[in-house]
């Protein structure tokens, strides 16, 4: 039985992901802030799918919390096959108007809690010789006025992603690049497709089937959008 850690799991594309990994037989450990949500979640995925689920508190943003949750899932499971890098916050604004405070939160989660959460798996991943999918953005590439923080954590990301996998050649990185998704990302879900967002069912499909393609092939990124 294969074993997959989400962070962000409680809403939005994590919570997709997590779902779909479940259809597909995976024991999951499941972290995120809102543990209500996902111990509720969590008790639907195991009376669904009969899998095994783990679910705790977990802020990416928050080192002590990273380790006791990767400590948490590495005694509980022995070791991880697929660890899904998702939990993330927008951050909007001209640069030269974004708060110390806010430029500092966006970079924790998004950026340094990237790398924290790699850096905690990937003994075990190397050992297992897994997968790592890093939901980043279509944006991680590119640059967008008004939203300098954010665009720049996704670069950071990007940049860990890329260099973990030049390092560990034994385990493999997925950069997922989606451009909108209908999530609480942008206030609370229920934007059409035809304006131009995809559901988060979408990604974790998407991912699925990455996950399915033979041993010796690596997508390396993928950036992927509505057609609207
Ligand atoms: O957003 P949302 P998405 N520690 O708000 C969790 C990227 N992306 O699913 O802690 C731990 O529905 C939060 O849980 P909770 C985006 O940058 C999106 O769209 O309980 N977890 C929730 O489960 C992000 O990296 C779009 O509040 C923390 C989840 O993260 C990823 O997709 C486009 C946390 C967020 O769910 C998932 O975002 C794109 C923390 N400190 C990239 N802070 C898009 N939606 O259009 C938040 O290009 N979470």
Redesign the pocket.
Known sequence: MKVAVV??????????IAEALAKEGYSLAL?????D??EEFSKELEENYGVKVLNSH?????PQ?LKEFAGAVLQEFGGVDLLVV?????MGGRLDEVSDEDMERVF???AL?VWRTIKLFLPSLKERKGTVAV??????TMILANAGA?VAS?WA?RAFTKTFQAENPEVKFIEL??????????GR?GRKIEEG??K?ED?AELLVALLKLPKHVLVEEVLFRSVY
């Open positions: 962070t962000g799991a409680s809403k939005g594309i994590g919570r997709a972290g995120a802030r809102s543990v949500l996902l977990l802020d990416v943003s928050d919390s998702n939990a993330g916050i927008p924790q989660v998004n809690g939901v980043t953005s279509y944006i991680s954010y996704k990301a690049r989606p451009g909108m998704v209908d999530t609480y990302f942008y879900p967002f995809m988060p990604v």
